[in-house]
T-cell receptor, first 112, second 114 residues
């Protein structure tokens, strides 16, 4: 079946460090891929998305590339800030009629 | 910016009470969803709707019920709250038309049953 596996947390980094949160997926066909972010006490917000192979989604300094050959959509940021502390969810959706499938979430904490 | 609202944001209630969590969106989306989020952060889909008068159970069994009488409104009801219902409840909506469309989330209701 369709599923998303993402890096377990928590991940703790110092400010200005390089961030990678791994995400791999299993899906039939060609799903769309998403990263959502949840700040403390809030709902989820879309961070970025990619709808076909080799697409790169980017927003707020975060990037992720849709890699069909490795079925991956890893989230990266070159220099993290304290304000990036949140929970990050990788997700996929494989047809217009389907629900979105979420990974289990990765908690990121950034030390000043 | 997403226009999806949930009330109340926080609710503390005693065992056995009936509660309704409200969710409304002003984007005209056909699809709406309810998720339960456990302390470990994982999201569990408990109900969804593809439009007016359509409701379906999600992946996680839940004692709650939902209704969809109007496009913009998707309330969730617990007839008799129990401590095991203590959780964060997130409502979401999306457009119907294609797989590229993301879900928009409300801010959530944090429910505590004592």
């Amino acid at each position: 079946g369709n599923s998303v596996t993402q890096m377990e947390g928590p991940v703790t980094l110092s400010e200005e460090a390089f961030l990678t949160i791994n995400c791999t997926y299993t899906a039939t066909g060609y799903p769309s891929l998403f990263w959502y972010v949840q700040y403390p006490g809030e709902g989820l917000q879309l961070l970025l998305k990619a709808t076909k192979a080799d697409d790169k989604g980017s927003n707020k300094g975060f990037e992720a590339t849709y890699r069909k050959e490795t079925t991956s959509f890893h989230l990266e940021k070159g220099s993290v800030q304290v304000s990036d502390s949140a929970v990050y969810f990788c997700a996929l959706r494989y047809s217009s009629a389907s629900k979105i499938i979420f990974g289990s979430g990765t908690r990121l904490s950034i030390r000043p | 910016e997403a226009d999806i609202y949930q009330t109340p944001r926080y609710l503390v209630i005693g065992t056995g009470k009936k509660i309704t969590l409200e969710c409304s969106q002003t984007m005209g989306h056909d699809k709406m969803y309810w998720y339960q989020q456990d302390p470990g952060m994982e999201l569990h889909l408990i109900h969804y709707s593809y439009g007016v008068n359509s409701t379906e159970k999600g992946d996680l069994s839940s004692e709650s019920t939902v209704s969809r009488i109007r496009t913009e409104h998707f309330p969730l009801t617990l007839e008799s709250a129990r401590p095991s219902h203590t959780s964060q409840y997130l409502c979401a909506s999306s457009e119907w038309d294609n797989a590229r469309n993301e879900q928009y989330f409300g801010p959530g209701t944090r429910l505590t049953v004592t």
